[in-house]
């Protein structure tokens, strides 16, 4: 087996994990929207993003990003072998997270009447952002566990973990939902993230590390890097949760609470459902690109050979979606939800975009740029503002899918200029080639769907989704031997 060969089996052993569990999380959070869908409207499902994105906000300027550069050291620490360094970190790690999440959760308790004000025009649910802050606390607390699983690249206990939680939280919320309806909202917020640290906790004390008793002065000097690199993360973070809090705020003051579900929803299909890809991959990536991150080449063939991958496994995905889309919105919520197709549809062509800058933008993180990091995304998040109000303005929800779509095409072009001049980072004529055959398919869908009535429509596009399988097919049995694998496992 060659080198390239067995580095992009090793991409997709763990995407295949994760991404087994994150498929079926998937089927789980389907039935968690369409609870939510049916019990609560567009209204509560509003009530519900703006509750959550008001946690997002505070909790991503409280959380000085653990949960990215904590992972950085606990990798680097597993990688030397140094099982005392590793006891450290992770001590020092756990500390912390307890300290960010208590501060996390007095913010927000004493912002609580602010939020409500800012979020609803009103004091109607200061004591439901009261009641949801101790939220932040066992988010925080639960980070500090899945860092620990993802830095020693425990992929079978974070699936595990991702797993349980996920159906444990299902079983929880939705009678709450049922019962109470929109004053089951907080309930089950508060349960969901009590049950995520429990689970979490379980799995990473599977993980044999050395406990470290650490005095004030050892966890600050331990710990400021981590805090540094991690705060302007963070920083950086913030600005994504602000610029969807203000859209929000936005949409909700122009046109509705209602209309802050639909959008809701729309992002939610995209992120939940084509964003596995992301999720399953990016758990085992990062890491994996921080243990090379010395040299340019092999960075360069790690971000390569994962962008090859993730386009691959998307294109079939995201062509799914455009053809069927009507029928997964009807199917995922109901259909008071049609209204956001138009809007998907651009979310969807602008995945493509999102993969390949999202290879990319990892290798800063990586190489522990974060200054660099926090002006890039800085940067990109006020042009995305922009482009998302003006677009909404103009044209409603179907705008605010073509200013994803051109936002993300502008992030893709400022990465790959960025990482070429500072890293002498170029794409490989392979992905070149696979990013513009599968692109080409889905703009052919995105025609069929706008222009092709039912169900002329259906029969040429899943025309159009054949091929593209089929063609990631041949390109991963190259990269992976698929046949040479699965002969193997007939002979075992």
């Known amino acids: ?65 653990l949960g990215t550069s904590a992972v950085r050291d606990v990798s680097a620490a597993n990688n030397s072998g140094d099982e005392t360094r590793v006891g450290l970190i992770v001590s020092v790690l756990r500390r912390w997270v307890w300290v960010t999440g208590l501060f996390g959760t007095l913010t927000f308790l004493l912002l609580s009447p602010w939020l409500s004000e800012l979020a609803f025009g009103n004091n109607n649910y200061v004591w439901s952002f009261a009641l949801i802050s101790v939220t932040l606390l066992f988010n925080q607390l639960n980070v500090g566990q899945l860092v620990v699983l993802q830095g020693m690249q425990k992929i079978k206990y974070l699936a595990k973990s991702s797993l349980a939680g996920s159906v444990f939280g299902l079983i929880v919320t939705v009678p709450l939902y049922y019962f109470f309806g929109i004053y089951g909202i907080v ?25 470290f008793k650490l005095s004030r002065v050892k966890t600050f000097s331990e710990g400021k890097n981590m805090l540094k690199m991690g705060f302007l993360i963070s920083l950086s973070g913030l600005f994504v949760t602000g610029t969807t809090y203000i859209v929000q705020l936005f949409i909700s003051s122009q046109g509705g609470v209602e209309q802050v579900g639909l959008f809701t929803a729309g992002f939610a299909v995209i992120n939940t459902y084509v964003g596995l890809v992301f999720t399953a991959m990016g758990t085992d990536y990062f890491p994996r690109l921080s243990a090379v991150a010395e040299s340019n080449e092999l960075c360069k063939r790690s971000i390569n050979q994962q962008a090859e991958i993730s386009i691959l496994i998307l294109g079939p995905i995201i062509m799914v979606f455009l053809v069927f889309i009507k029928l997964i919105i009807i199917t995922l919520y109901s259909y008071k939800f049609v209204g956001i197709e138009d809007m998907v549809l651009w979310l969807a062509l602008a995945t493509f975009f999102k993969a390949g800058s999202w290879a990319i933008a990892f290798i800063l993180l990586a190489k522990g740029e974060s200054k660099l990091f926090f002006w890039n995304e800085l940067f990109a998040n006020l042009y995305v503002l922009l482009f998302d109000l003006a677009g909404y303005y103009y044209w409603g929800l ?16 400022q990465v790959f200029i960025l990482s070429k001049i500072k890293y002498q980072f170029s794409f490989d004529s392979s992905f070149l080639r696979i990013f513009a055959i599968q692109f080409l398919l889905a703009i052919s869908c995105f025609a069929v769907v706008k222009f092709v009535e039912e169900p002329y429509s259906y029969l040429i596009g899943s025309v159009l989704i054949m091929i593209s399988v089929w063609y990631s097919y041949v390109e991963l049995d190259r990269r992976l031997g698929i046949i040479g694998i699965v002969k193997n496992k007939f002979k075992r």
Do not use: D, H
Request: hydrophobic share 50%.
């Open 187 to 211: 309930p089950s917020l508060i349960i969901a993230s009590v049950v995520s640290f429990v689970i979490s906790w379980y799995f990473a004390n599977k993980v044999e590390i050395k406990q």
């Open 398 to 413: 179907t705008g605010l899918g073509v200013s994803c779509c051109i936002a993300y095409l502008v992030y893709f072009t």
């Open 1 to 65: 087996m060659s080198e390239n060969q067995s580095s992009y089996r090793n991409i997709m052993k763990a995407t295949s994990i994760f991404g087994g569990v994150q498929i079926f999380t998937i089927l789980i959070s389907i039935i968690r929207f369409k609870f939510i869908a049916l019990f609560l409207g567009s209204a509560g499902m509003g009530v519900v993003g703006l509750l959550s994105s008001s946690l997002s906000l505070i909790g991503g300027f409280t959380n000085f990003g």
